[in-house]
């Protein structure tokens, strides 16, 4: 049986643990410079609808560090820009490559993909979820932090693909999640409804202040989506008082770390201030997408990874 990974509830605590111990390995032979070509011969489709920087590069260059191939697919260029059907590219594509890595702007389209496709399919962002982005932001983490049960982590502003996912994963790494967004960019009850029959503790609030008090980890993300841009007014408008700025990181724990999912825009979700200062992570966040991707394609790929070192 083929697994996807469309959503971080495709995988289970263990899972999760396990993909994120083979990326840190991963990093560390990356760094060693040590040949580590887990997928020799093995080719990665990646379908992008919309912009990426670094998904596409992170999966491009972690599919050649393995030893594998990856295909950059615009569809525009592809008989998908011409009407062909998603079902049938699907399982078409499946006959050449090993694994397909879709952007698309439905998550819908990524599920009829994978519903047809015999080979792994992930989701490399959709309007609905980003779990790629959250591996990667677990595997930050857990460096900083160790063990996760038990920390909070506030997400402030719009309750977008990246926060949905975030707050799904509250049951796997044993986290809170705490979202404070104006009440027309709230996540989707449904999102948070799934969480919390996962068994996550995820509280959504209005309040910027009241879900960063005592929070470890404080996440934001751009306030005008892919796909989102005919609204940028009404949501600048309506996301006025989310930005992180230093005081409202004073008001979290002493420490605690600021993430952000890329790309940004400072002045808006985020200070420059506070972006370039001592707390913020992200530049790690977007390295471990090369590292946490390697490992959940070798997984998917493979198996798993065949030598410990
Ligand atoms: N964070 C993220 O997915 O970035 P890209 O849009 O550049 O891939
Ligand atoms: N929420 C953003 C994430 C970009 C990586 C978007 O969907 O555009």
């Known amino acids: 049986m083929k697994k996807d990974f469309l959503s971080i509830l495709d995988i289970d605590e263990c899972e999760l643990e396990s993909i994120v111990a083979d990326a840190v390995r991963l990093k560390r ?8 070509e887990f997928l020799r011969g093995r080719s990665l489709g990646m ?23 990856a295909l950059f697919l615009n ?11 998603i079902r049938d590219t699907a399982r078409v594509l499946a006959r050449y490559v090993d694994a ?11 599920e009829e993909f994978a519903r047809y496709a015999d080979v792994p399919v992930v989701n490399g962002l959709s309007d609905r979820l980003h779990p790629c982005q959250v591996l990667a932001d677990i595997m930050t983490l857990s460096e900083r932090f160790g063990d996760l049960h038990g920390l909070k982590l506030a997400w402030v502003g719009d309750g977008n693909n990246v926060c949905n996912s975030w707050i799904l994963s509250a049951a796997l790494t044993g986290m809170e999640v705490a979202v404070a967004s104006p009440p027309r960019y709230r996540p989707k009850d449904e999102i948070v409804d799934q969480a919390r029959a996962a068994g996550g503790k995820v509280t959504v609030v209005a309040d910027p202040e009241e879900a960063v008090r005592d929070a470890d980890v404080l996440y934001t993300d751009i306030w005008v989506s892919m796909g989102d841009e005919q609204e940028r007014a009404e949501r600048l408008q309506a996301l006025k008082g989310y930005t992180i700025d230093s005081r409202l990181l004073a008001r979290a724990s002493p420490d605690a770390l600021v993430m952000h999912c890329l ?3 400072r002045g808006e979700e985020i200070t420059d201030e506070v972006m370039e200062g001592p707390q913020s992570i992200v530049w790690d966040q977007a390295e471990n997408r090369l590292h946490a991707q390697k490992a959940l394609l070798v997984r998917l790929i493979a198996g798993g990874m065949t030598s410990t070192e």
Not at 75 to 85: A, K, S
Not at 100 to 110: D, E, G, L, Q, T
Request: glycine letters at 10%; zero cysteines; charged letters at 20%.
């Open 47 to 69: 379908i992008f609808e919309k912009a990426s920087t670094r998904t596409r590069v992170s999966f491009e260059v972690g599919m050649s560090d393995l030893g594998g191939h």
């Open 100 to 110: 397909v890595m879709i952007r698309a702007y439905s998550h819908a389209a990524i």
């Open 29 to 36: 032979l990356k760094s060693a410079g040590t040949a580590h």
């Open 263 to 265: 790309p940004a825009h």
């Open 75 to 85: 569809p525009q260029d592809m008989q998908l820009g011409r009407g062909e059907e």
